[in-house]
Every structure is written in structure tokens, then in C-alpha cells.
């Protein structure tokens, strides 16, 4: 899950198996959340999102799991590949007067052994 | 090809020497922002802009300037970096309110600072 320390948590998972990656959000009044990937060398990429009004979405060997309820978001990635292996982000999001002011996890190191 | 583009990718300077980072997006985007990404801490944003002439602060904005004369262009500027401003920055563009895809923001590849 994302830390709350200085060194990134990391999960380590074998080609094939399936990773959740979980993320603690902190405002109750965030309707709007993404996650991330961020390979090494590179700037973050936009893998999924989901809104406050839904509980679950699917993307491609990607799902999004949102429980507003404990404020937990999970992302699932089926047969992991090695390609896989990155830093995961996960960013609440709350309208502001019509602004946009997003608040980034610190993030989770998947790393993926062959 | 659709990009945020950061210049230069990696700077080593020194105490006190102004610098420029500059970013443009050719996606037509309205909102444009910085952020500065350290161990542990995760991405935070430094400025944002939300259109031509319009920024405004981020979470971190001390010891950093922004502008916004063009739509494409965002330049991050350091007037007299510290020490502290030693990071991996980052420059962001999303679409503007009522576009498509109007929440996911497209991120250039990073600059790595470090300031002597």
C-alpha cells in the first residue's frame, strides 16, 4: 500500500500472478481518482480512473476498486508481466470552484521477477 | 506524436545562478502545472495554471516563479536555486473543464536538477 515512510513500499510478485496495489485516500469529499504508472527514466502515465459514484472499473488486464467507505482504492493487474514492473500512483481528486487540484500517493514499486 | 516536452533533462548548477526549465505541450491543453517529485514524498505540485495568464500556487510554490504568456508554453523558473530545490520536476497538461479526458494529465519524461 502507499507509505507513509521514507522508502517506497514495494511488491514483488511473479510473471503471471496477479498484483493488487492499494491506496489509502485521505478526503471523504474526493470524487475523482487515477492511477498511475511511472517506469523508471520516465514521467507518470495515466493507466485508469474512476469516479466516486461507481465501485468498480475494468480496463484492459487492469481493475479499479474504490470503497468510499474506509477510503480505499485497489488496483488489480491480472497476469502480471514483467513490463509491469514500475512505480503505481494513485491521485484523489477534488473540484474546486470549478478547478481541478489533484493529490498524489507516494507511491508503490511493483517489481516483477521472470 | 502528442507530448509534454521538458528541457533540459538533467542540469547541475549552482547555488544562487537563475535557471529556466521549460515545458511545452502541443495538445492544445488549458491546465498546465509543475511538480517536484522526492524520495518518499511523492509528486508535489509547485504551481499550476489554469489558462494564458491565469497561475496560481501549488502545495510548495516557495522559491519557484511560473509564467503563462502562451497556451503551449510553462516555464518553471528558479530566480536563486538552493540546495533544497535539488529534485526530478515534472510538467503536466490536461485538457480544460467540460473537454474530454478532462481530469488525466499528460506528463513530460522529467528534469533532474541538482543544485551545488
Known amino acids: 500500500g502507499e507509505s507513509v515512510g521514507l522508502h517506497l513500499p514495494t511488491l514483488s510478485v511473479q510473471e503471471g500472478d496477479n498484483s493488487i496495489i492499494n491506496c489509502a485516500y485521505s478526503?471523504?469529499?474526493?470524487?475523482?481518482f487515477i492511477w498511475y504508472k511511472q517506469e523508471s527514466g520516465k514521467g507518470p502515465q495515466f493507466i485508469i480512473d474512476?469516479?466516486?459514484?461507481?465501485d468498480k472499473r475494468q480496463g484492459q488486464r487492469v481493475t479499479v476498486l474504490l470503497n468510499k467507505t474506509v477510503k480505499h482504492l485497489s488496483l488489480q493487474i491480472a497476469a502480471t508481466q514483467p513490463g509491469d514492473s514500475a512505480v503505481y500512483f494513485c491521485?484523489?481528486?477534488?473540484?474546486?470552484?470549478?478547478?481541478?487540484?489533484?493529490?498524489f500517493g507516494r507511491g508503490t514499486s511493483l517489481i516483477v521477477h521472470p | 506524436e502528442a507530448q509534454v516536452t521538458q528541457n533540459p533533462r538533467y542540469l547541475i548548477t549552482v547555488t544562487g545562478k537563475k535557471l529556466t526549465v521549460t515545458c511545452s505541450q502541443n495538445?492544445?491543453?488549458?491546465?498546465m502545472s509543475w511538480y517536484r517529485q522526492d524520495p518518499g514524498l511523492g509528486l508535489r505540485q509547485i504551481y499550476y495554471?489554469?489558462?494564458?495568464?491565469?497561475?496560481d500556487k501549488g502545495d510548495v510554490p516557495e522559491g519557484y516563479k511560473v509564467s503563462r504568456k502562451e497556451k503551449r508554453n510553462f516555464p518553471l523558473i528558479l530566480e536563486s536555486p538552493s540546495p533544497n530545490q535539488t529534485s526530478l520536476y515534472f510538467c503536466?497538461?490536461?485538457?480544460?473543464?467540460?473537454?474530454?479526458?478532462?481530469?488525466?494529465?499528460?506528463f513530460g519524461a522529467g528534469t533532474r536538477l541538482s543544485v551545488l
Open positions: 503536466a497538461s490536461r485538457p480544460g473543464q467540460g473537454a474530454p479526458g478532462k481530469n488525466i494529465q499528460y
Open positions: 491521485a484523489e481528486n477534488i473540484s474546486t470552484g470549478g478547478s481541478y487540484i489533484p493529490t
Open positions: 478526503n471523504s469529499a474526493s470524487d475523482y
Open positions: 495554471s489554469m489558462n494564458v495568464e491565469v497561475t
Open positions: 474512476i469516479r466516486s459514484n461507481m
Open positions: 495538445m492544445n491543453h488549458e491546465y
